[in-house]
């Protein structure tokens, strides 16, 4: 453990060092942005395999999966983990290498490098949605996801390891954030893609309830975390949720209901075909509610900026000119075919069949 790591942990003045991966893209370079202009920090080394375009911070290039890391790390007192892949179209087997290697390097260099806290991020959706999960569910609640292919299941494989570590990396803080639906400039995620598309999936005899968290929300958690102002596993994200009625409202989009075993049995097959970027699994997350109580931060003054309402209004607006069916993004034309009577899984089998079809005879 370094000095300045000691004399954090120990609650004194010093402020402390804090390096961000993936520094140099997506949401990693959103976070070190920020804690650029935190006056809790007394410098914030930028980490990746390339140097970004960010002033005001210190650069050290290195890739973070490769071991050399931990002699990178000298003079650091925190680390905030970011640089995940969480594009819904990439390959789920490379996409799980890349995700768990690296927090897997991290927390391992971190503690080789005498680094005093890791703040991890994942999703409030290792919690699972259920139909008859409790609304909101504790943050202390057993983490119910499936561990599959999905991005979810990269997150889970990250929550073991942040489990682990108290006993394989002794004396180091390990901390994780766990956003609900994450909105904000640039993300894409399937929860994201199910607002593009030309109706609100949902199964009948349940209603999805709608939680989100807003980048610039996420981030003022990172910094509290980082800062060791907060500790542990919690959940961030706007307080309370929308109902189905209240998003259909908002959002202009009316809803198809369908039977939850057609539904699932349908999403299966056209996983299994190569046709639909995820496991059905991750339909259970637009159809079953996954609201979570964000306990400890609210405990600690907390409180977050942006509400429910308005973060949807940010998603849909980034949703412009986008258009997706089952997940997968397709033109606007495919999108917009519809019938009486059509099920979303017909929609999207069609819709994508043909595109598919038309860029085989293309190539």
């Given at each position: 453990m370094s000095d300045r790591g000691a004399m954090v942990r120990q609650g004194q003045s010093a402020r402390?060092?804090?390096?961000?991966?993936?520094?140099?893209?997506?949401?990693?370079?959103?976070?070190?942005?920020?804690?650029?202009?935190?006056?809790?920090?007394?410098?914030?080394?930028?980490?990746?395999?390339?140097?970004?375009?960010?002033?005001?911070?210190?650069?050290?290039?290195?890739?973070?999966?490769?071991?050399?890391?931990?002699?990178?790390?000298?003079?650091i007192d925190v680390i905030v983990h970011a640089d995940l892949d969480l594009a819904p179209d990439s390959d789920p087997k490379a996409r799980r290498a890349f995700n768990v290697r690296g927090a897997q390097t991290v927390l391992t260099a971190a503690a080789a490098g005498g680094v005093g806290r890791v703040v991890l991020i994942t999703s409030a959706m290792v919690y699972?949605?259920?139909?008859?999960?409790?609304?909101?569910?504790?943050?202390?609640?057993?983490?119910?996801?499936?561990?599959?292919?999905?991005?979810?299941?990269?997150?889970?494989?990250?929550?073991q390891l942040a489990g682990?570590?108290?006993?394989?990396?002794?004396?180091?803080?390990?901390?994780?954030?766990?956003?609900?639906?994450?909105?904000?400039?640039?993300i894409d995620t399937l929860i994201t893609r199910h607002f593009e598309a030309p109706r609100l999936l949902a199964v009948k005899g349940c209603a999805p309830r709608w939680q989100f968290c807003h980048v610039a929300d996420l981030i003022s958690a990172i910094e509290l975390a980082a800062a060791g102002e907060v500790t542990g596993a919690f959940a961030v994200g706007c307080d309370g949720w929308l109902e189905q009625d209240q998003v259909e409202e908002l959002s202009g989009l009316r809803r198809i209901e369908l039977p939850a075993g057609v539904t699932f049995a349908t999403a299966q097959r056209l996983y299994r075909a190569g046709i639909t970027p995820a496991p059905v699994s991750g339909l259970h997350y637009v159809v079953y509610p996954w609201v979570v109580d964000c306990q400890t931060l609210r405990?600690?003054?907390?409180?977050?900026?942006?509400?429910?309402?308005?973060?949807?209004?940010?998603?849909?607006?980034?949703?412009?000119?986008?258009?997706?069916?089952?997940?997968?993004?397709?033109?606007?034309?495919?999108?917009?075919?519809?019938?009486?009577?059509?099920?979303?899984?017909?929609?999207?089998t069609a819709a994508i069949v043909r595109q598919v079809r038309k860029r085989r005879r293309d190539g």
């Open positions: 402390p060092i804090v390096a961000v991966t993936g520094a140099a893209h997506d949401l990693g370079l959103t976070i070190t942005s920020a804690l650029a202009q935190s006056d809790r920090f007394s410098r914030v080394i930028a980490i990746d395999d390339h140097r970004g375009d960010l002033t005001g911070v210190v650069w050290r290039v290195v890739n973070i999966r490769d071991p050399i890391l931990a002699g990178r790390l000298a003079g699972g949605a259920l139909p008859d999960n409790p609304v909101p569910i504790a943050e202390t609640a057993p983490l119910a996801a499936e561990v599959d292919g999905s991005v979810v299941g990269d997150f889970m494989e990250i929550e682990r570590s108290p006993r394989t990396n002794p004396g180091m803080e390990v901390s994780v954030v766990r956003p609900a639906a994450l909105v904000g400039e640039g405990e600690r003054g907390w409180r977050p900026s942006v509400t429910n309402t308005q973060a949807l209004r940010v998603l849909l607006d980034e949703r412009a000119g986008h258009h997706a069916v089952a997940g997968r993004r397709i033109a606007k034309k495919e999108a917009t075919i519809t019938a009486a009577g059509a099920t979303v899984a017909v929609i999207g």
